[in-house]
C-alpha cells in the first residue's frame, strides 16, 4: 500500500483592481538593487458631480510589467508633465491602503 503526498499551496489572497485616470509623476528610480518605474495615478469612480468631475483615489504604484515599463519608457522619451496628461485603463494588484498627510496637514489615503 502507497501513500499518496499532498502538498498544499500556500494561501495567499491578493486586491486586484481595474481602475481608468490620469498618471502623474511618472519616473525612474534608481536604487542600490536596480531600476525601476514608479508613478502616481489618480483613479477616477462614481458619477459626475454637478461641476462635472469625478470623485478620484490617489495610487502610488511600480511598474512590474516588462511589457507596461517598455510603452512607459517610450511615453516618457516625449512626456512633458507641465503640457502633458496621460490618462490609462490599469490593472492594478497587491495593493494596501496607507494614510500619509498633505504638507498643510490634510491626511488622505493612498494605496501603495
Known amino acids: 500500500m502507497t ?3 499532498q502538498t ?3 494561501e495567499y489572497r491578493n486586491i486586484i483592481t481595474t481602475a481608468f485616470g ?3 509623476r511618472l519616473r ?4 542600490d538593487d536596480g531600476e525601476y518605474l514608479s ?13 462635472g468631475k469625478f470623485k478620484t483615489s ?8 516588462s511589457e ?10 516625449d512626456y512633458s508633465p507641465e503640457d502633458d496628461k496621460l ?17 498643510d496637514g490634510t491626511p488622505y489615503l493612498v494605496y501603495v
Not at 508613478?39 to 461641476?51: H, S, T
Not at 490617489?58 to 510589467?65: A, E, G, I, Q, W
Not at 507596461?68 to 522619451?77: G, K, N, P, S, T
Open 87 to 103: 490618462c490609462a485603463s490599469l490593472h492594478i494588484g497587491d495593493i494596501r491602503p496607507h494614510l500619509v498627510t498633505n504638507p
Open 28 to 31: 525612474s528610480v534608481e536604487t
Open 8 to 10: 498544499q499551496a500556500p
Open 58 to 65: 490617489r495610487f502610488s504604484l511600480n511598474v512590474k510589467s
Open 68 to 77: 507596461v515599463e517598455d510603452i512607459l519608457r517610450d511615453v516618457m522619451q
Open 39 to 51: 508613478l502616481a495615478f489618480n483613479a477616477q469612480y462614481g458619477k459626475k458631480d454637478k461641476n
Open 3 to 5: 501513500q499518496a503526498t
Open 22 to 24: 490620469f498618471i502623474n
